[in-house]
């Protein structure tokens, strides 16, 4: 079998819209190079691969189910919406110092509730209200203007809007409940990269050196575990485990608290750093690769 050509793409986050679609933020690396910005949005659907180009570098993606939109999210609070019917439209989330300008990039996108929810540094939380309408949701956590603390949101996550985490820079953990904020108290001092809100009484969060944090509803402890003190940059919850991303590979979490290496049966080096799993599938992409498994055995690589 002839050796596969090496990708031209650096990969970001995905999405998976449903079995058969698939989607990823790409960046051609001789692009990279010349100091560009831009992205490519790229879909996969029933192995044919597709690309649409942003003038601006997205950091996340995001799917709403009703109607059928497609969200991408840019660090200065750029926002490109894709929809079957018709050419993309784009919001910004606040063109003032009070958004990004004043507060720092954006991190993470998601959809919670029944609202979409972006946060980023300053500690910044917005909500989605409507169509163009994006409102501040910080009261109590955000920076205010001018001030030289480095505290930032990376990652937010919840079962309803009523019932929100927020994770990020200083291993800080806040909860809003019912509109309030309010600081957890967190058993590390690294940065946290993601949360995920399993259920009401389960939740993680994973950051640098490989920190593992649990909540089962009440305060937050370590998964003390020797796999591994990479960062850990991603979690995601699939088939009733835990599975979990750093730069060379996945672990999942056992019920006796181990974190055991994922085996891939795909010949050579891979690379990982990102998860999201839908529709019965788990999408792994990390910067030179592209992988998803329908039953958490056997994988298929599909990095154009």
């Not at 790409?26 to 949005?41: H, R, W, Y």
């Not at 939380?125 to 163009?132: I, T």
Request: charge should be negative; glycine fraction near 12%; proline fraction near 4%.
């Amino acid at each position: 079998m002839a050796k596969k050509s090496p990708t031209p793409f650096s990969f970001g986050p995905g999405f998976v819209q449903d079995r058969g679609t698939i989607r990823v933020i790409a960046q051609l690396d001789e692009l990279v190079d010349a100091g560009e910005t831009e992205s490519e949005i790229m879909k996969w659907v029933s192995g044919s691969w597709s690309q649409f180009s942003l003038d601006w570098s997205a950091v996340r993606l995001c799917q709403v189910v009703a109607p059928p939109q497609v969200f991408a999210l840019g660090p200065d609070g750029q926002i490109m919406i894709g929809s079957s019917s018709g050419a993309p439209q784009e919001e910004t989330l606040d063109d003032t110092m009070e958004g990004p300008e004043g507060r720092g990039p954006l991190r993470d996108l998601r959809w919670i509730g029944k609202h979409l929810y972006a946060v980023g540094m300053s500690r910044q939380v917005y909500r989605r209200e409507g169509a163009g309408v994006w409102r501040h949701r910080d009261a109590g956590t955000v920076l205010p203007l001018g001030s030289k603390t480095v505290a930032g949101f990376n990652s937010i996550d919840g079962r309803s809007d009523d019932d929100l985490y927020a994770v990020g820079f200083g291993g800080q953990i806040w909860r809003c409940l019912n509109g309030n904020w309010r600081q957890i108290e967190s058993p590390t001092n690294v940065v946290l990269h993601r949360v995920k809100v399993v259920r009401d009484d389960l939740a993680y969060a994973c950051g640098q050196e490989g920190v593992l944090l649990r909540s089962r509803g009440g305060g937050w402890e370590q998964i003390d575990h020797d796999a591994t003190e990479d960062d850990l940059w991603d979690l995601e919850w699939y088939r009733d485990r835990l599975y979990l991303a750093h730069d060379e590979g996945l672990l999942v979490l056992t019920g006796g608290d181990d974190l055991q290496a994922v085996k891939f049966g795909i010949r050579g080096a891979i690379t990982c750093r990102h998860l999201h799993a839908n529709d019965e599938i788990l999408l792994s992409s990390g910067p030179k690769n592209i992988l998803w498994t329908g039953d958490g055995k056997k994988w298929d690589e599909i990095t154009p």
